[in-house]
Nanobody, 114 residues
């Protein structure tokens, strides 16, 4: 399975971005999908989870600002990011488990700066 993440970029504080992650295989059987982020020199941190029923969970640092979703028909997961802060600057990765194997997307850079 290949995961292609996109949508990152440079945005001012308070701005918004929407990340997408397209899977090369059908995600209809994937029970949960995840977003992580990583700052250089630090560990990769969990950001959000999206269940097969659309249920979501978020890290405290993004709760109320980020919204995860998925579209099984398009084999795509999303992360809508609002009220962005400089501390949200990171490379964002998507992740899922398919047929007992974990897969990572290649990452997309989000930079929040004025």
């Amino acid at each position: 399975v290949q995961l292609q993440a996109s949508g990152g970029g440079l945005v001012q504080p308070g701005g918004s971005l929407t990340l997408s992650c397209v899977a090369s295989e059908s995600i209809s059987s994937v029970t949960a999908m995840y977003w992580y982020r990583q700052v250089p020199g630090k560990q990769r941190d969990w950001v959000a989870s999206i269940g097969s029923d659309g249920s979501t969970a978020y890290a405290d640092s993004v709760k109320g600002r980020f919204t995860g979703s998925r579209d099984n028909a398009k084999n795509t997961m999303y992360l809508q990011m609002n009220s962005l802060k400089p501390e949200d600057t990171a490379v964002y990765y998507c992740r899922l488990r398919f047929a007992a194997t974990w897969y990572w997307g290649q990452g997309t850079q989000v930079t929040v700066s004025s």
